[in-house]
């Protein structure tokens, strides 16, 4: 069963951090590479971060490294993304998914939860 369900997001002045949380299906993702994308209004889905499965490897958009940081704990079915020194441009919805590609439905859709919302203010 396809699980994802993201948390953690919230509203932030500029510089302040926000630590998000990914609860994914054990069974499905637990040995998958995990990412993180967000999607701002108006704009297409971006990616953010991915880490592999056993997070010995880690990647990150040229606008987020050093910044944040993404973590999983493969036990606990948790994927993390910490987000220190936010700015106004990280407004987005962030969203967790398998990496590089979405994990699929049984139909053969990209499945995406619902996203937790990160609001940067000036």
């Known amino acids: 069963q396809v699980q994802l369900v993201e948390s953690g997001g919230g509203l932030v002045q500029a510089g302040g951090s926000l630590r998000l949380s990914c609860a994914a299906s054990g069974r499905t993702f637990s040995t998958h590479d995990m990412g993180w994308f967000r999607q701002a209004p108006g704009k297409e889905r971006e990616f953010v971060a991915a880490s592999t499965w056993s997070g010995d490897s880690t990647f990150y958009d040229g606008s987020v490294k050093g910044r944040f940081t993404i973590s999983r704990d493969n036990a606990k079915n948790m994927v993390y993304l910490q987000m220190n020194g936010l700015k106004p441009e990280d407004t987005a919805v962030y969203y967790c998914?398998?990496?590089?590609?979405?994990?699929?439905?049984?139909?053969?859709?990209?499945?995406w939860g619902q996203g937790t919302q990160v609001t940067v203010s000036s």
């Open positions: 998914n398998t990496y590089p590609q979405p994990i699929r439905t049984t139909y053969g859709y990209d499945y």
